[in-house]
């Protein structure tokens, strides 16, 4: 089989809504909320955290999927918030933003399939580049009024957020994929 | 480590509403709010929040926590949006504000305009976390799955949200296990590193086992559902809901709400409302 064809199968078949993804986006989703627990506010910033449970995020959405990611950020970042008492819809697009981070990790994480050979340089990569696309969507706090303007959306929100989240990611996701990996295969799937 | 929301407004005016009646009235008045900075709707808003909130009878001493982080990080947010904009405000000009005092150290003007502003953003998200609250611990544990596919999501994903409602205790318990399994080996999470990396890499001996465990005991729930035929064709639940006349009447509250102050927002009657008084103390 050619790569080309191989590419595509794999493209079309991370859109597939199988039990496997159902189980997996919920497990990561309860995981995010549980292990959210570890956050580190960080000072000089308008409500954003250092969660390093973020790369559960990155790697569940590069480990089985666009829509596993997508689930896990959205549902459990909304999780996480009703948990601590912020409320499951207060920062929905916050949590959207983290949900198009997990969906981006699973997208990338395929296209680069071709270019990239080394696969935990390629989670670290996906991870990367979805945290830096993925959470523009936080510029919708002008819209929403929490953010004055866009240059605290971009001082107070978006560095912060893209910079802990990323250290937080390209460290732990290839850890994690790196753990998965041999387990992934001794159990064959 | 119990992280799981419990059921704590249990038997509550509110809890005996139909579970969507609290999901799609949170949703109405987010949008609602979203749209006011005039501090005299805010306050009718906030009143009306309070009232829902009451209504779940959530004990004061049970949330407690979630009341102070919500009100640390409101402050949070008010007080780096004053900083970095250095006072200044969307839509006034430097000489149309007010200026009350400046703050020591940091010399920033705190205006009438930018402390009614500080009081609106309170008045904003604390009555969204009011209106959102009931949502974990006025719902029963069992009506989330029904909630959501009832609400028109898929029911695959209706299910999803279910499970992942179900697998927060076990995880939370997990994470225990682990923490404790790794204190015997010498391990202290509580002692975090002091910078953000130290503090990360102190929890991979938490995280790494906690996922990889949760990943793999997820086998179990994937193949007892595959036996069951879970995807084969659309699913029921055993649990039924309908709208009463009372959850009717509790949505065309919230749906009026949000078509007022919409209305309210196009004519320009939501923005920034300064009360007399600040001005005349800016001014005196």
Redesign the interface.
Known sequence: MSSTVLQEDRSSAMWE????V??????G???Y???A??S??IP????VS?R??F??VT?FGFAFGPIVGF?TGF?GNM?AD?????????S?NWSLANGLVGLLAGVFGVWLASSISNRLLRAAVASAAAIVIGFLFVFTDIW??????A??AL??NYLPVVV?NL??SV??TP??VA??DP?QES?GR | ?N?A?RYLGRGSWLARRDPRVLLVS??LF?FTV?QV?DLRILLVLAAVAAVYYRSAAIPFEA?R???A??GF?IT??VV??TL??GG???GYTEDELHVLFHLPLFGTPISAESLTYAIA?FL??GS??A???P??YAIAPGDIGPAFARLGVPY??A???E??????PS??AD?QTTIDAQRLRGYEWEK?GRT??G???R??P???P???N???G??D??DA??LRG??TQRRTWLRQLAYDAVDRAVLAGFVGLLVVVTYLSFTGRTDLWVPEVLISLAEG
Not at chain 1, 17 to 20: G, I, L, Q
Not at chain 2, 163 to 168: D, K, M
């Open positions: 809504v199988t039990t496997r159902i189980v997996y986006a919920a497990i989703a309860a995981l909320g549980v292990l627990f570890f580190i506010l000089g910033t308008a409500n250092v390093p449970a790369a559960i790697f689930f549902v999780i009703q948990i601590s008492g912020w409320g499951l819809l207060t929905w929403l009024g929490t953010a004055d303007d240059s605290v001082t107070a802990s250290i937080a460290i732990l850890i994690l753990a998965w387990i159990m | 480590m992280v929301p949170l949703a987010v979203v900075w949330v926590v979630q009341w982080y919500i990080f949070f947010v780096v949006n970095i904009t200044e405000l969307r953003q904003r998200f969204m976390a209106v959102g609250l949502i974990a695959k994903f299910y999803a949200m499970l992942t409602f179900r697998f927060i995880l939370g994470m975090r953000p990396v503090k990360l890499t929890t991979v938490l995280i790494t906690v996922t990889m949760a990943i793999v997820a086998e729930t994937i559902m595959d879970f995807g």
